[in-house]
């Protein structure tokens, strides 16, 4: 189907982050947008808000008559739908146009300039901050973020360039269908063995994906990365860290809150850039960041300005509360990886403070197979509050419980298994220090909870 003849698109599986973004491009091309989703969200209601029709059930009879015309609608599925939906079967009976979400984005990248990120973790925040960096730069962009941006409170950036950032997703290998100009590869830390099998699959995938940059394109990939990347003739390779590579920081100096460093480069070198997110962590993702803003064009000043104005992702080391008596965030860390550089950076920014994790793991699989190396990476902080894992798409593994990770923690750190259902009460009769809600699950539906009682306490 050419992309002219769409009249209306439909979305199976409405809510998720990456598909809202999708949805949102199509809504601002004035076509008519429905979906389903299994259960109302904020992010459902805004969507609906800006002119989505969403329905909570799975019933044919609730899709729009506008999406029902085979020649004019297109079908958006999220790889997490189950083959046995019943409105998925509909659409694939009668012969849809049915596309995943990265194949629509895979498209994008064809019909305009793809700067992508990948990697196990950090790309959502280090594509949030390049397309931030573009997007207020003479070079401007598109984005499709995998995170709600702070600076936009969106996680869709809408524009007339020809220029598209996009989070590269590499579960169920949906990066495969993109076609970057471009692309960061921040991390191919093992994850998604459920889908991949095997840590040799997973590394496989990432080369595969290296093959797909466009000639004349570039590859900024993390140095000392546990692969090897296959370019097309043409294809310029950079890489880079926080301390060393052709791209990387010097000069770091952490103090009073902040986080200032000079960001070293073979186009052109910057000094005294300022973390706007001044988060350890960030230094790397900056790097990154400002790397691919560099070769996209922008300049020293707009470099400078973009990192200085950068307000973070909703959920992605995500403070609530910052004071002397208390600091509170969210932090959607959960692979072992993410979660060790998230305890660091809290180590490297509160040294002589009480350091409380409250965790819910993601997924039995990664459960099962990470345990060992969550422990090690929590075992950095004073305290580990263990909740019920949260299963997402996966029905139960027999012995794999959060009692895996918790009998595993290091002697000394302070531990205690609890109930998600008990998070509430738990902050309403103790005090914390500095206290960070890790996890992907639905752990952070009662951040906001939490903040009020935070608050209310700090006023008494």
């Known amino acids: 189907m050419e992309a002219k003849d769409i009249k209306a698109v439909y979305f199976v599986g409405a809510g998720g982050i990456g598909m809202s973004a999708i949805a949102r491009y199509f809504i601002h091309r004035g076509m008519v947008v429905a979906g389903y989703d299994k259960t109302p969200s ?64 895979g498209t994008l990248t064809r019909q305009m300039k793809g700067y992508c990120v990948a990697g196990t973790h950090g790309k959502t925040t280090t594509s949030t901050m390049c397309a931030h960096i573009m997007h207020q730069s003479h070079v401007d962009c598109n984005a499709f973020l995998g995170g709600i941006s702070k600076n936009y409170g969106t996680n869709y950036i809408l524009s007339k360039s020809e220029n598209v950032v996009i989070e590269a997703d590499e579960f169920d290998r949906s990066f495969h269908w993109l076609t970057p100009f471009m692309t960061v590869i921040t991390s191919t830390d093992p994850d998604h063995l459920d889908i991949y099998g095997t840590k040799e699959a997973y590394l496989e995938s990432f080369r595969h994906y290296t093959e797909l940059i466009q000639p004349g394109g570039v590859l900024i990939i993390h140095r000392d990365l546990e692969m090897q990347e296959h370019l097309q003739e043409g294809v310029k390779r950079y890489d880079y860290s926080r301390d060393e590579g052709d791209f990387h920081a010097e000069n770091i100096r952490i103090e009073n809150g902040g986080i200032t460093f000079d960001f070293i480069s073979p186009i052109e070198s910057v000094k005294n850039i300022v973390l706007g997110q001044p988060v350890p962590i960030n230094i790397e993702n900056g790097v990154a960041a400002m790397a691919m803003a560099q070769l996209a064009g922008c300049t020293a000043d707009e470099l400078r300005y973009g990192m200085k104005t950068y307000g973070g992702v909703d959920r992605r080391f995500d403070f609530k509360i910052k004071t002397d008596k208390l600091v509170f965030l969210s932090d959607y860390a959960h692979h072992p990886k993410e979660i060790y550089q998230s305890a660091k950076s809290l180590r490297e920014l509160y040294k002589d403070r009480h350091i409380t994790a409250i965790f819910q793991p993601h997924l039995y699989t990664r459960t099962r197979d990470f345990y060992l190396d969550f422990a090690e990476a929590l075992s950095q902080l004073d305290e580990v509050l263990l909740t019920e894992i949260y299963p997402a798409r996966e029905e139960p593994i027999e012995g794999v419980t959060s009692q895996l990770i918790y009998d595993n923690l290091k002697p000394g750190v302070e531990k205690q298994l609890i109930n998600k259902s008990d998070v509430i009460n738990i902050v309403k009769h103790r005090d914390f220090d500095v206290l960070v809600v890790l996890g992907a699950g639905d752990l952070d539906s009662q951040v906001p909870q939490m903040q009020k009682i935070f608050k209310a306490r700090l006023k008494q």
Do not use: W
């Not at 209601?45 to 019933?59: A, Q, S």
């Not at 009976?93 to 049915?98: A, L, N, R, S, T």
């Open 42 to 105: 904020e992010l459902t209601r805004r969507l609906e808000k800006e002119g989505m029709l969403i329905h909570y059930e799975e019933n044919i009879d609730e899709i729009p008559h506008a999406c029902r015309q085979k020649k004019s609608s297109l079908v958006v599925y999220t790889p997490a739908i189950p083959n046995e939906h019943k409105e998925l079967i509909y659409f694939k009976e009668k012969g849809f146009e049915i596309q995943k979400r990265a194949q629509v984005l």
